[in-house]
């Protein structure tokens, strides 16, 4: 795999974890019951999460094949 490649896919991960984790993170111990808006948000955070996590690897396995010597795939576009 290009080094260049692995790091622009770790650098990624590492800002996704940065930005997301903490959001996603269960809370144990409330006990308070989150309202409408705060599961949708919620989702909202865990899709983000879920889609760009894919796209990371995504990356990281077409790189790992494109060892073998074939045209890598285009990258994916950019969330909005």
Do not use: C, W
């Not at 940065?18 to 989702?43: A, C, F, W």
């Not at 909202?44 to 074939?70: C, M, N, P, Q």
């Amino acid at each position: 795999m290009d080094p260049q490649r692995l790091k622009e896919a770790y650098v990624r991960l590492q800002s996704l974890d940065e930005r997301l984790t903490h959001k996603i993170r269960p809370r144990h111990g409330s006990m308070m019951r989150p309202n409408q808006d705060q599961l949708d948000q919620k989702l909202r955070d865990l899709a983000t999460y879920t889609i760009e996590l894919k796209e990371i690897v995504h990356d990281l396995f077409h790189g790992l094949a494109g060892r073998s010597g074939g045209n890598p795939p285009p990258p994916p576009p950019p969330i909005a």
